[in-house]
Nanobody, 126 residues
Framework: QVLLTESGGGLVQAGGSLRLSCAAS????????MGWFRQAPGKEREFVGR????????YYADSVKGRFTISRDNAKSTVYLLMNNLKPEDTAVYFC???????????????????WGQGTQVTVSS
């Protein structure tokens, strides 16, 4: 069992930045491949990016590439999502998630993730 808690969301103007945090407990985070997703009202949950267990490999959705950066501090059991140059279309609830242990490689579908946080709201005003 893994418990995930996101924080850091809020209201920001377009062009601004936010850093989200995802604190994990229940299992050493160093054993977990972590992903970030987002869900806007009326839309399906969308892959944002993921980071490998040791943090040496990241992968991003095209919509956020070059603006968002995922990092992790395994000593603090925390994964981060730094969001720069935010746009109104980035408005959503953001979730962190754990990729299923049985799955290898980059997976962008939520079905490959089995533990989820409660989400944190990010609102970008124009």
């Amino acid at each position: 069992q893994v418990l995930l808690t996101e924080s850091g969301g809020g209201l920001v103007q377009a062009g601004g930045s936010l850093r989200l945090s995802c604190a994990a407990s229940g299992r050493p985070i160093s054993t977990l491949t972590m992903g970030w997703f987002r869900q806007a009202p009326g839309k399906e949950r969308e892959f944002v990016g993921r980071i490998s267990r040791a943090g040496g490999s990241t992968y991003y959705a095209d919509s956020v590439k070059g603006r968002f950066t995922i990092s992790r501090d395994n000593a603090k059991s925390t994964v981060y999502l730094l969001m720069n140059n935010l746009k109104p279309e980035d408005t959503a609830v953001y979730f962190c998630a754990v990729q299923k242990m049985s799955v290898v490689g980059v997976k962008t579908s939520p079905t490959f993730y089995d533990y989820w946080g409660q989400g944190t709201q990010v609102t970008v005003s124009s």
